[in-house]
């Protein structure tokens, strides 16, 4: 089995073959960074796999493809032609409209790449999988996602009615990007001079205006969400909870709080004590939603401050208990 840098490396050679009429071994083991040696290994594999390369030796001799000859594969990279055929179509893609190109790049990396480097893709494909959702979290059922993701592409106007029933309103956006976070897909748009996120399941109707916008030039999607995730993080924390966590606590902080906040407090904590617990100082939206999180981590948690906070935890757990007695 072919390992993963050397089927890449092999189409990278396919690659740099089609683009010259003839190179020297000494050119393409420079042009792709290897020995003259490795270079000869590599030709002679893809000998064995049936591409049509010939070698003159001699002086002026070299390597070259059978005229006539190409991969078809004209606009990848080396990388993305093994990645391609390794992921297949992820269901976020058919979900944007894209499974249709996707399978055609599929189809195409399929019938040209050799068999060892298309085992090499199959190999991949059979350890590494996206799964985006949570556990125990269904994905959201946007009805206009493929809707909103044309008007994307296509740089268009699109009015949405956006909301819940009994609670809409009709916005006329400049759709500038989409974001999947743990399967639920965002709109980033722009509006009256401002950037926003909508939840595009609760865009119950979109018609694209066939009237093209320009895009900011300053705009990067990537860096805009991820300076927009921190600012809004930041927003919800508004009360300070100190609490001590046990060893499995401090395991399951992640999953009461979310993994970013949980890794901000848990990078501040004070060493354990001698008994293995932490304390933390955790930044929360507010008592009443704290209580209710840190609930999850059960007989992991105490609540040392605010008050407040330690008052309603017992509460709830009381409560619980007398339920259940």
């Keep these: 089995m072919l390992d993963h840098m050397r089927a890449e490396r092999l189409v990278a050679l396919l690659f740099t073959l089609q683009s010259r009429r003839s190179a020297t071994i000494a050119e393409l083991a420079d042009a792709l960074e290897v020995s003259e040696r490795t270079m000869h290994r590599d030709i002679a594999a893809l000998q064995a796999t049936g591409v049509p390369i010939w070698t003159e030796q001699g002086r002026g001799g070299g390597v070259r493809l059978v005229d006539g000859w190409r991969t078809r594969l004209d606009g990848l990279t080396s990388r993305e032609a093994v990645a391609i055929f390794a992921m297949g179509v992820p269901r976020a893609l058919a979900d944007l409209g894209l499974g249709t190109a996707v399978s055609a790049a599929h189809a195409k990396v399929s019938a040209t790449l050799p068999a060892p480097l298309r085992d090499q893709a199959q190999h991949v494909a059979q350890r590494f999988h996206l799964d985006a959702p949570g556990w125990f979290k269904r994905a959201d059922e946007a009805e206009h996602l493929a809707d909103v993701a044309r008007a994307v592409w296509d740089q268009h106007?699109?009015?949405?009615?956006?909301?819940?029933?009994?609670?809409?309103?009709?916005?006329?956006?400049?759709?500038?990007?989409?974001?999947?976070?743990?399967?639920?897909?965002?709109?980033?748009?722009?509006?009256?001079?401002?950037?926003?996120?909508?939840?595009?399941?609760?865009?119950?109707?979109?018609?694209?205006?066939?009237?093209?916008?320009?895009?900011?030039?300053?705009?990067?999607?990537?860096?805009?969400?991820?300076?927009?995730?921190?600012?809004?993080?930041?927003?919800?924390?508004?009360?300070?909870?100190?609490?001590?966590?046990?060893?499995?606590?401090?395991?399951?902080?992640?999953?009461?709080?979310?993994?970013?906040?949980?890794?901000?407090?848990?990078?501040?904590?004070?060493?354990?004590?001698?008994?293995?617990?932490?304390?933390?100082?955790?930044?929360?939206?507010?008592?009443?939603?704290?209580?209710?999180?840190?609930?999850?981590?059960?007989?992991?948690?105490?609540?040392?401050?605010?008050?407040?906070?330690?008052?309603?935890?017992?509460?709830?757990a009381r409560r619980m208990w007398e339920r259940h007695r």
């Design 157 to 316: 106007q699109v009015r949405v009615t956006y909301g819940r029933a009994g609670n809409t309103v009709e916005r006329v956006l400049d759709p500038l990007g989409l974001v999947l976070k743990a399967g639920v897909w965002y709109l980033v748009a722009r509006v009256d001079g401002s950037i926003r996120t909508y939840r595009v399941s609760r865009i119950t109707g979109a018609d694209d205006l066939d009237t093209r916008f320009d895009r900011p030039t300053d705009f990067d999607l990537a860096t805009w969400w991820q300076q927009s995730s921190a600012e809004f993080e930041r927003s919800l924390q508004r009360v300070t909870v100190r609490v001590r966590l046990s060893p499995v606590g401090v395991r399951a902080l992640p999953g009461a709080i979310g993994p970013d906040l949980a890794s901000q407090a848990l990078a501040q904590a004070t060493p354990p004590g001698q008994d293995g617990w932490t304390e933390v100082d955790l930044g929360l939206e507010s008592q009443d939603v704290a209580a209710g999180q840190l609930l999850t981590l059960g007989v992991e948690v105490e609540i040392l401050e605010p008050e407040a906070v330690r008052v309603a935890f017992a509460d709830a």
